[in-house]
T-cell receptor
Framework: AQSVAQPEDQVNVAEGNPLTVKCTYS??????LFWYVQYPNRGLQFLLK??????LVKGSYGFEAEFNKSQTSFHLKKPSALVSDSALYFC??????????????FGAGTRLFVKA | DTAVSQTPKYLVTQMGNDKSIKCEQN?????MYWYKQDSKKFLKIMFS???????INETVPNRFSPKSPDKAHLNLHINSLELGDSAVYFC?????????????FGPGTRLTVL
């Protein structure tokens, strides 16, 4: 079965500094990987995804993620953090089910706190 | 226009009651989901419907019954509510036939069982 792990419960970074939110995955076959963001009292919002192609994927709000097959990682990055980036970030992997269709498996989430 | 909407946003009720949450999407997606997010923010899938057919039914108590009257709607009915049902319930939709399964989430329904 596919799985994702987010090793950090919380990441703290100063505004203007680069940020990284870590994600590692375990899949059989080619991975379909996603990052979602959840702001307080809101639903999750799609940020970006990796399916195939370039290892560096660009997404919304200036975020990008780097797919690294040898390290089975898909870390989320941003060159310069904003206070408004403070939120809960979820890494996810698509699991192809034997009975057909897909199920998305979400990591436990990492809370990003950007200090002014 | 709200892409995925849920009603109600908040639901406070007594143990033992029956309640429903409604979800609608106007994105033309073929698949809809119910997720439960607990107090630690873990997100767990409960059900998924593809073209009105139930395709995912995780280990959820029988007290939870989803219903999809058409592709744009997925409702969740909960019987005999228990304290442990308190959580935020999210509806989501995607276009699985396009292969990537990017999901769009509703704003959530915060259920509090007293």
């Amino acid at each position: 079965a596919q799985s994702v792990a987010q090793p950090e419960d919380q990441v703290n970074v100063a505004e203007g500094n680069p940020l990284t939110v870590k994600c590692t995955y375990s899949v059989s076959g080619n991975p379909y990987l996603f990052w979602y963001v959840q702001y307080p009292n809101r639903g999750l919002q799609f940020l970006l995804k990796y399916i195939t192609g370039d290892n560096l994927v660009k997404g919304s709000y200036g975020f990008e993620a780097e797919f690294n097959k040898s390290q089975t990682s898909f870390h989320l990055k941003k060159p310069s953090a904003l206070v408004s980036d403070s939120a809960l970030y979820f890494c996810a992997v698509r699991d192809l089910r034997n009975t057909g269709g897909f199920k998305t498996i979400f990591g436990a989430g990492t809370r990003l706190f950007v200090k002014a | 226009d709200t892409a995925v909407s849920q009603t109600p946003k908040y639901l406070v009720t007594q143990m033992g009651n029956d309640k429903s949450i409604k979800c609608e999407q106007n994105l033309g997606h073929d698949t809809m989901y119910w997720y439960k997010q607990d107090s630690k923010k873990f997100l767990k899938i409960m059900f998924s419907y593809n073209n009105k057919e139930l395709i995912i039914n995780e280990t959820v108590p029988n007290r939870f019954s989803p219903k999809s009257p058409d592709k744009a709607h997925l409702n969740l009915h909960i019987n005999s509510l228990e304290l442990g049902d308190s959580a935020v319930y999210f509806c989501a939709s995607s276009h699985q036939d396009r292969g990537t399964d990017t999901q769009y989430f509703g704003p959530g329904t915060r259920l509090t069982v007293l």
